[in-house]
């Protein structure tokens, strides 16, 4: 326990935890000070843990309880894993645009967790964004004018789509299609540290809740530009065995993909979250 480190990785973003082996069980006190590492730097990232998936799913459940995608199934033996992988021959990556999880579920997950297993030997990287700082750096006029506002998010945004495809192609479920769609305040308050962060993404917020697309297409597209500025964001470069866990409720990602002809395989989980409350 006195051996753990938490070094951040950027100004915004990120902490790379040292002296933790999550192939054991964590101890309280241990799980305690995750926990609150995670709650201040959003994302944790774990270097040298090729985890077994039983292991992986012991070591989630000690954060929550766990939930399937929709849209792709899990590994036949642990269908709460799923594969996310880019094989040699395709193009296009899942997850390869700004996104919180499944924004678009009435209840959208609080975390997800990504364990690399295959990775190519340059590229690949995953980029992630504090959206506490996207909403706290915003105009106090566009904060209250957002204060007041929900989004729609759909699960069928054209760029999102695509990047589930070849997934859905290989393993997708029998309910694939399904469109799913929910409402959810533009600025949630982080049901753990009472912080307020902006809550749409590029690839699934479509509108405004009573408003037209075009309507709303102006402060979106800004916001969009604005909630993903460099120095909100981190870059983390994968090697077979790292882990990374994030918190869907104020931070963002995006698979970056600049691996063509080359293969990468990661395990993810996803921990259920609870309904977005807004903050005006
Ligand atoms: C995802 O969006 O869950 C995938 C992220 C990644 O592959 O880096």
């Known amino acids: 326990m006195s051996d753990i480190g938490i070094h951040p990785v950027s100004g915004a973003v990120g902490a790379e935890i040292t002296g933790v082996d999550l192939a054991t ?5 241990t799980l305690g000070m995750l926990r609150q590492a995670w709650l201040d730097h959003l994302v944790l990232f774990f270097r ?4 077994t998936p039983a292991q992986f799913l012991a070591f989630a459940r000690r954060f929550g309880t766990i939930i399937e995608y929709p849209f792709v199934k899990g590994l036949d033996d ?3 894993i799923i594969p996310v992988v880019k094989l040699e021959r395709e193009r296009i990556n899942f997850g390869g645009v700004w996104h919180s999880d499944t ?4 209840v959208p997950p609080m975390a997800s967790m990504l364990l690399a297993r295959e990775v190519p030997s340059a590229g690949g990287d995953t980029l992630f964004a504090n959206m506490y700082l996207a909403y706290e750096t915003l105009s106090e006029g566009m904060k209250r004018l957002l204060g007041g506002l929900r989004a729609v998010n759909s699960s069928s945004k054209a760029d999102a789509s695509r990047t589930r495809e070849d997934r859905i192609a290989e393993r997708g479920r029998a309910d ?5 769609e929910a409402a959810h305040p533009v600025v949630r308050v982080h049901p753990e540290t009472g912080r307020k962060a902006l809550y749409v993404n590029v690839a699934h917020t479509v509108r405004f ?4 697309e075009e309507e709303s297409a102006p402060i979106l597209t800004f916001l969009y530009r604005h909630q993903v500025r460099p120095e909100f964001t981190c870059r983390f470069r994968w090697q077979p065995g790292s882990l990374a866990f994030w918190d869907n409720r104020c931070a963002q990602h995006n698979a970056v993909n600049d691996y063509a002809g080359h293969r990468r395989v990661m395990h993810r989980i996803t921990l259920a979250g609870d309904g977005p409350v807004g903050g005006a």
């Open 48 to 51: 040298d843990q090729p985890l």
């Open 176 to 180: 694939a299609r399904a469109l799913y």
């Open 103 to 106: 924004a678009y579920l009435d």
């Open 78 to 80: 642990y269908p709460e």
């Open 25 to 29: 069980g964590l101890d309280d006190q």
């Open 209 to 212: 809740d009573g408003m037209t």
